[in-house]
Each structure stands twice: as C-alpha cells, then as structure tokens.
C-alpha cells in the first residue's frame, strides 16, 4: 500500500479563472494548458491499516503541511478513501525540484503526484482522465498535470464531465513541432501568490463577465491552433490571455498586483526581441510575479541570454508528459 509518482507543473495557455464550486474545484470554463519539464514534483505516499485518518502527516521539501494546504490534501486523500472503501491513515512526502508558490505550476505537479500515487497505493485501476478527477479536488490545474504534454480541463458539474485529456497536436508548414520543439525561457521572480484567493477575487471583479465572454472563443482558437502546429497563433493567445487573466484580478475587490518590476522588464525584452530582432517569441504568466517566456528550440539560447540581462534567475525548460508511477527504488522514505 505504498507508491511513488511524479508529475510535471503546467504552465496556462487558456486559464481558467474563478470556480463554480470552490469545494468539487468545478471551473465556469475549459482550460488548456502544457506541461513543463524537467520540473517535477516527486511525492512518495503509504496507506497505514492500523492508523486512522485523524493520523495523516503531510511533509513537502521536509516540512510539515498545516492549515488550508493539508486541508486540500486531505481532500485528495478522503476522496481515495472514498473510492477505495478504505479506512486507513496516510503518509505523505513530497519534493519539488524547483521553486514553489512564485507562479510555476507547484500546486498542479504536487497533487497530480499525489493523486496518482494514492490511486496506485490504494489499489484502484484507473485511467488518467479518471486520475485526474481525483487530483482536480486539489487543483484544477492538476488535472491538467495527470494527463501531460499539451491538456484540456472541460468544465462541468461532475467527474464525468470535468476530467483531463490530452490533446493532439500537429507540426506546422515550417516543421515546427509544439511537442518537440518549444522551449521555455523561465524567469524567476520570487514574490509569493495565492492562487485561491485570486479566484474568488476573479468573480468580483467588473471585468469577469467580459473575459468570459470572449474565452470561449481563445479556447477554440488555441485547439485549432495547435492542431496546425502554429507556434506564434499559439503562444500568441497564450500571451494575450495572461494579460486578461490578471487584469480580471487586479480589478477585483483587493486590487492585488502580483507582478513586480523584474516581471515587466522581462516583457519589455520580449517585445523587443521580437518586433525589433524578429525573433519568434512570447511570454507567458500564470498567477505571479514569474515569466515563462516560449521559443522554438533555435532560439532559446539567445532569448535566455537576453532575460538573464533583466537580472533574474534563468532556466531553459520544454514539453512534459503525464504523470506516472515510479518504482519503489525511488521512494521518498
């Protein structure tokens, strides 16, 4: 009754934004997004017959989870219990191998890992759609995280509905291949965010029914997209909607403004790689202060030269897959 399994974050090209119900983690829309790798959270779990659920320990990098995070894991947990009919306490270990809680996607690798890995201790013979219904009560992002590489999230009322699946992609007329080809220039500006409150500040905001009613749009827009393998139609709307997602939450009632200097200096150097240099690139953010920056592979050693300029912490980062199990070689304990 023990498992290890990893997972790769996700960085949004189509982001959800505010939920339906806020307890069954149900967006009021689709979501697309790619995985990102080689980041990935590492979580090791064991089920513990003689120990009651009131008995679980949650540790991420060493330390003890408490408060509304081991709450959200004890979401996970109990719904495992639930499907696997079992009554046994749970310990959990994870480790991230990059920053945490500064706009990279850690909620939705860690409890991709921890669905899944639950999932396999327990027992349960699952797909990956079905794994991520398990691991959106976590994170809605995190179902994206299961199925990896390039995902959708369809919105719904229940887990037949809204669950994860990846989404097939073509190479464009000049080759590129969205799979193969990408490589993400990141930009690390540590300012810590929080993601939940961001959501329920969304549904306040007077710009919130605006965005939805163009998302839906964006999302067919996207699918199409990258079903033709068309790196800038792609990486363009992603860039435009990482400025309408934080519009909807800067107008919200706390008028919060998670991006920092660093973080618009690093777009200042994209637009001017591209409209001054001609080099095919777009940036990217989810709800931070930190910058993904997207390039075809050619490129990605001059873009990283130029984001380093801005005096941030670089990485060069490309496409992920799905979530998978691990052998018990690899076990955190």
């Not at 689709?30 to 790798?37: F, G, K, Q, V």
């Not at 749970?90 to 909620?107: A, D, H, K, L, Y």
């Not at 839906?216 to 990482?242: C, V």
Request: with cysteine; proline share 5%.
């Amino acid at each position: 009754m023990k498992a290890t399994a990893t997972a790769h974050p996700i960085q949004g090209l189509v982001k959800y934004h505010g939920m339906r119900d806020a307890e069954r983690r149900l967006p009021y829309h689709d979501s697309i997004s790619l995985c990102t790798a080689p980041s990935r959270t590492t979580t090791t779990v064991e089920w513990e017959p003689d120990a009651s659920p009131d008995d679980d320990e949650y540790r991420i990098d060493g330390e003890i989870v408490d408060g509304r995070g081991a709450e959200r894991i004890e979401m996970v947990a109990d719904h495992v219990r639930e499907l696997a009919d079992l009554d046994a306490g749970v310990r959990v270990e994870s480790e991230n191998s990059f920053p945490s809680n500064v706009g990279f996607g850690s909620s939705s690798s860690g409890f991709a890992a921890l669905a899944t890995s639950l999932v396999e201790a327990a027992g349960l013979d699952m797909t990956r759609p079905e794994i991520s219904t398990v691991a959106r009560r976590g994170s809605s992002s995190a179902a994206r995280a299961v199925t990896g590489a390039y995902s959708v999230l369809y919105a719904g009322m229940n887990d037949e509905d809204c669950r994860a699946e990846r989404l097939d992609v073509g190479v464009g007329p000049d080759g590129f291949d969205p799979e193969e080809d990408l490589r993400v220039v990141t930009a690390l500006v540590p300012s810590y965010k929080e993601t939940e409150e961001a959501h329920r500040e969304a549904e306040a905001s007077h710009m919130f029914d605006a965005r939805m009613a163009h998302v839906h749009e964006q999302l067919q827009q996207m699918r199409d997209r990258l079903r033709a393998g068309e790196f800038s139609g792609i990486f363009e709307i992603a860039e435009h909607d990482s400025l309408s997602l934080t519009a909807t939450t800067m107008t919200g009632p706390a008028g919060w403004v998670y991006w920092q200097p660093e973080t618009i200096a690093v777009f200042n150097t994209v637009r001017e790689l591209r409209e001054e240099e001609g080099v095919p690139v777009y940036f990217s953010t989810d709800t931070g202060a930190s910058v993904y920056v997207n390039t075809p592979a050619e490129h990605a050693e001059r873009v990283e030269e130029r984001i380093a300029e801005v005096g941030v912490e670089t990485d060069v980062w490309e496409v992920g897959g799905p979530a998978r199990v691990l052998g018990e070689s690899k076990a955190l304990f």
